[in-house]
């Protein structure tokens, strides 16, 4: 087992084809899931073809998972060696088109399934697209980017478990992106539950910029990720024939948990938004409160300002020019007007 963990953790990186880590599963093996590298794998590829459809009747065949690092320059040259996966594969590959699907091409299933960055931070440009192809005796998964539900299922792995078939695999591929997103929608709660204490306590600070980005994180999921189940349904209703029923059910149940993360997000879209609302209208009831201070000053201000401008022109006939009480009578006739400009204020105020 030491040399199990030994070989999986010098393959992290990815050996001279790109090949991240390959797994040999075989339930009739004494070890189910043997780690294989690039050389072996293409040798045991080689094998399968010169036994052609031998063996195609077992019930749990042997079969092979490879994953690459599209970022390698070699990872697409070896695939066309040596993998004999459909065109449409390496289409899907060029095209650039990101939106999640799962089709039929030939005697396989082919996927594009968007997925979180393994270093993961919460932030909308966090997310990769995944290709997969899947046969009955061979799955490839192909990225630029590590991811976390990939990684996840590399984990479980090399922790024991080993798949019966590919299909099984594909389910708990789907499983794993569930519980990542699980994972992330559980971390957007916690952070929209301490945003919103903070607003019920009267600090707003910096809210609606942090909610902006949790917002466009979960729009972006769920447009990228909500095609999911539907292309996944499309599928099952007319599997390959080398799927089994009971594959097929696990993956009609992984689509309904993933159905269920999707209808979560959505939801806390809608909790955003609302608290997005209510921020922006203590903002507007603030700013209308301001507005309404300066208002004031500038009302309570005028009639002296205007006073000060007519017995400030330097021309002759000023009144109460020589009156010994007439500074106190300007004063007088400032106040009064003073008071009575605050009264209309204050009165439409309330």
Same mark, same amino acid.
């Given at each position: 087992?030491?040399?199990?963990?030994?070989?999986?953790?010098?393959?992290?990186?990815?050996?001279?084809?790109?090949?991240?880590?390959?797994?040999?599963?075989?339930?009739?093996?004494?070890?189910?899931?043997?780690?294989?590298?690039?050389?072996?794998?293409?040798?045991?590829?080689?094998?399968?073809?010169?036994?052609?459809?031998?063996?195609?009747?077992?019930?749990?065949?042997?079969?092979?998972?490879?994953?690459?690092?599209?970022?390698?320059?070699?990872?697409?040259?070896?695939?066309?060696?040596?993998?004999?996966?459909?065109?449409?594969?390496?289409?899907?590959?060029?095209?650039?088109?990101?939106?999640?699907?799962?089709?039929?091409?030939?005697?396989?299933?082919?996927?594009?399934?968007?997925?979180?960055?393994?270093?993961?931070?919460?932030?909308?440009?966090?997310?990769?697209?995944?290709?997969?192809?899947?046969?009955?005796?061979?799955?490839?998964?192909?990225?630029?980017?590590?991811?976390?539900?990939?990684d996840t299922l590399r984990t &479980?792995?090399?922790?024991?478990? %080993?798949? $019966?078939? =590919? /299909? *099984?695999?594909?389910?708990?591929? !789907? @499983?794993?992106?569930?519980?990542?997103?699980?994972?992330?929608?559980?971390?957007?709660?916690?952070?929209?539950?301490?945003?919103?204490?903070?607003?019920?306590?009267?600090?707003?600070?910096?809210?609606?910029?942090?909610?902006?980005?949790?917002?466009?994180?979960?729009?972006?999921?769920?447009?990228?990720?909500?095609?999911?189940?539907?292309?996944?349904?499309?599928?099952?209703?007319?599997?390959?024939?080398?799927? &089994?029923?009971?594959?097929?059910? %696990?993956? $009609?149940? =992984? /689509? *309904?948990?993933?159905?269920?993360? !999707? @209808?979560?997000?959505?939801?806390?879209?809608?909790?955003?938004?609302l608290l997005q609302?209510?921020?922006?209208?203590?903002?507007?009831?603030?700013?209308?409160?301001?507005?309404?201070?300066?208002?004031?000053?500038?009302?309570?201000?005028?009639?002296?300002?205007?006073?000060?401008?007519?017995?400030?022109?330097?021309?002759?006939?000023?009144?109460?020019?020589?009156?010994?009480?007439?500074?106190?009578?300007?004063? &007088?006739?400032?106040?009064?007007?003073?008071?009575?400009?605050?009264?209309?204020?204050?009165?439409?105020?309330?």
């Amino acid at each position: 087992m030491s040399a199990f963990h030994d070989l999986a953790s010098q393959s992290y990186g990815g050996d001279e084809a790109g090949l991240i880590s390959g797994y040999l599963f075989d339930t009739s093996a004494p070890e189910p899931a043997r780690v294989i590298d690039s050389a072996q794998a293409a040798a045991w590829l080689v094998e399968q073809r010169d036994k052609g459809d031998e063996g195609s009747g077992e019930e749990n065949p042997s079969y092979v998972w490879l994953h690459f690092n599209l970022s390698h320059a070699h990872a697409e040259r070896w695939l066309v060696r040596h993998a004999n996966l459909p065109d449409t594969f390496y289409e899907t590959l060029h095209e650039g088109l990101p939106s999640t699907r799962i089709e039929r091409a030939d005697d396989s299933l082919i996927a594009v399934i968007n997925d979180v960055h393994f270093e993961f931070s919460f932030e909308p440009s966090d997310i990769s697209t995944l290709w997969i192809s899947v046969g009955p005796r061979l799955v490839v998964t192909a990225r630029t980017k590590p991811l976390r539900s990939v990684d996840t299922l590399r984990t &479980a792995v090399k922790a024991g478990d %080993a798949p $019966r078939s =590919s /299909t *099984e695999l594909l389910e708990h591929l !789907l @499983r794993a992106q569930a519980d990542v997103l699980v994972k992330i929608v559980r971390g957007v709660t916690s952070r929209i539950d301490r945003i919103e204490d903070e607003l019920l306590a009267g600090r707003l600070d910096h809210k609606r910029a942090r909610l902006g980005v949790l917002r466009r994180l979960l729009v972006r999921l769920q447009r990228l990720l909500a095609p999911e189940p539907a292309a996944l349904f499309r599928l099952l209703q007319g599997p390959p024939a080398w799927m &089994a029923e009971p594959d097929a059910q %696990a993956l $009609r149940g =992984s /689509t *309904e948990e993933f159905s269920v993360v !999707l @209808r979560d997000m959505q939801a806390l879209q809608e909790r955003i938004k609302l608290l997005q609302e209510e921020i922006a209208a203590n903002v507007n009831e603030d700013n209308n409160r301001s507005l309404f201070v300066l208002t004031v000053v500038t009302v309570l201000a005028l009639p002296i300002n205007i006073l000060a401008g007519l017995f400030g022109m330097n021309v002759g006939g000023i009144p109460l020019a020589d009156h010994k009480h007439g500074f106190w009578i300007v004063v &007088a006739i400032v106040a009064s007007f003073t008071a009575v400009a605050a009264w209309a204020a204050f009165r439409k105020k309330r």
